[in-house]
């Protein structure tokens, strides 16, 4: 069965403490794999899409890379207005654009 | 801002109830994604359209229903409202395959 699975559910760290949020999947062939940001209330916000093994993307102070079975979502030296549910969502070969969703980590950062 | 845009941006009802949401797309996309999310809860596919034809659906109820018109705004109609209804309803847009969400609808169902 084609699963989405994030981890870990939360994540608390202190201002310019850096880390990695994890998305693992497993799907028939990927086409391609996306990040969002979500805040409390609001629409997810595009962050980035990822195709192929290998492939890095960076935005500010985060860094999505992709592998054959995971997606990290590294953040740099956080600030307290990174805090947010980050998404990661999958796009099967075999779908057409229908996404399949992990369930979200929470990130908080405090000052 | 995305430029995708829904209304309205809260509705309260009472059980029973009908109602409308309504989303309109990035300039451009032919794609129109609906999404339910529900308290701490992930986001539920509902049903896609593509160019004024249903493309995919999700877990869709069948007292839920959408359209999209040929200026490309699509609308959710939900009817026979329950309390479990009460969530946020999400509209997405897409050109290809990366997917812009609007703000949202809040429906509180009493």
Partial sequence: ?111 | DSGVTQTPKHLITATGQRVTLRCSPRSGDLSVYWYQQSLDQGLQFLIQYYNGEERAKGNILERFSAQQFPDLHSELNLSSLELGDSALYFCASSESDTQYFGPGTRLTVL
């Fill in chain 1, 1 to 111: 069965e084609d699963q989405v699975t994030q981890s870990p559910e939360a994540l608390r760290l202190q201002e310019g403490e850096s880390s990695s949020l994890n998305c693992s999947y497993t799907v028939s062939g990927l086409r391609g794999l996306f990040w969002y940001r979500q805040d409390p209330g609001k629409g997810p916000e595009f962050l980035f899409t990822l195709y192929s093994a290998g492939e890095e993307k960076e935005k500010e102070r985060l860094k999505a890379t992709l592998t054959k079975k995971e997606s990290f979502l590294h953040i740099t030296a956080p600030k307290p207005e990174d805090s947010a549910t980050y998404l990661c969502a999958v796009h099967p070969r075999y779908s057409n654009y229908q996404l399949i969703w992990g369930a979200g980590t929470k990130l908080i950062i405090k000052p």
